[in-house]
């Protein structure tokens, strides 16, 4: 098995404040993504800001695979990072990075690196980081949306 390392971009009219919400909240992410379900796993009763090192459950639509991501880097509005911690996939690490635009919005940049990977799945990795990108900054335009 090789590794494999993706990049996709999509650029958004929200400024990065708002994209960079939106990848915090972990409650947000199955209205814009495939996923059925993420969660932060925070002790009970704990309400606090997201941290380097907090864990959060990723859960499938069909809800058969799950992995768990450990947050390994916070930059307010600038950057996103996490791994895998544990799951049945193969391990991989992945960043957003969150720059502004020329002409206003921000430029989101979404990188993942897969340790161990087929040949067979490299093209649905790539798809679906192009996906989740979109739909990111998708997203983050409808948050704006509201508010305005």
């Not at 864990?55 to 895998?84: A, H, M, N």
């Not at 193969?90 to 430029?107: D, F, M, N």
Request: aromatic residues 6%; contains cysteine; proline residues 5%.
């Amino acid at each position: 098995m090789s590794s494999l390392a993706v990049t996709a971009t999509s650029r958004s009219s929200a400024p990065a404040a708002v994209v960079y919400t939106a990848l915090l909240d972990a409650e947000s992410w199955p209205s814009w993504t495939s996923y059925h379900e993420v969660e932060m796993e925070l002790p009970a009763e704990v309400e606090r800001p997201v941290r380097v090192g907090d864990l959060r459950t990723v859960r499938s639509r069909l809800r058969r695979v799950s992995c768990q991501e450990r947050i390994v880097e916070l930059v307010p509005d600038q950057r996103f990072g996490y791994e895998q911690a544990a799951g049945p996939l193969a391990s991989h690490q992945g960043s957003v990075i969150l720059t502004r635009a020329p002409h206003g919005g921000t430029e989101i940049t979404w990188s993942a690196t897969y340790r161990h990977t087929l040949p067979l799945l490299d093209t649905l990795r790539k798809r679906r980081l192009q996906i989740l990108v979109h739909d990111l900054a998708s997203y983050a335009n409808s948050m704006v949306n509201r508010h305005s």
